[in-house]
Nanobody, 117 residues
Framework: QVQLVESGGGLVQAGGSLRLSCAAS????????MDWYRQAPGKQRELVAGITRGGTTNYADSVKGRFSISRDNGHKMVYLQMNSLKPEDTAVYYCNAAKEYPPVQYWGQGTQVTVSS
C-alpha cells in the first residue's frame, strides 16, 4: 500500500519559517520525482517545488530564493524548507510522487500552512 504522509504544517507569523516533511512508503522511492504542491481556498492546486530522482530542483517563481526542496532516498523522505513566509503562502501543501514509465503518481493527504500578517 502506497502512502505519502506530510507533516510540519502549522501557524506561523509572516517572515517566519517552517519545514514540511513527507514520508513515503510502499514505493521504490528513489525512482520517483517528488514534488510539493499547494492549494489555497478558491484557487487551483499549483506546483511549488520539485526534485527529480537525480536531485535536480525547480521552483515556482513565487517561492524562488525562499523555499528549498530536498530528498533523502535512504529514508524515503522529501522536505520543503520554507523561509521568509508570506500570508500568500497560506495553503494546504501536498506531497506528490510521480514517474513516467509507466505513468503513475501518488498524493499525500496534505498539511495546512497558515501565515499570519
Amino acid at each position: 500500500q502506497v502512502q505519502l504522509v506530510e507533516s510540519g504544517g502549522g501557524l506561523v507569523q509572516a517572515g517566519g519559517s517552517l519545514r514540511l516533511s513527507c514520508a513515503a512508503s510502499g514505493i521504490a522511492f528513489s525512482i520517483y520525482a517528488m514534488d510539493w504542491y499547494r492549494q489555497a481556498p478558491g484557487k487551483q492546486r499549483e506546483l511549488v517545488a520539485g526534485i527529480t530522482r537525480g536531485g535536480t530542483t525547480n521552483y515556482a517563481d513565487s517561492v524562488k530564493g525562499r523555499f528549498s526542496i530536498s530528498r533523502d532516498n535512504g529514508h524515503k523522505m522529501v522536505y520543503l524548507q520554507m523561509n521568509s513566509l508570506k500570508p500568500e503562502d497560506t495553503a494546504v501543501y501536498y506531497c506528490n510522487a510521480a514517474k513516467e514509465y509507466p505513468p503513475v503518481q501518488y498524493w499525500g493527504q496534505g498539511t495546512q500552512v497558515t501565515v499570519s500578517s
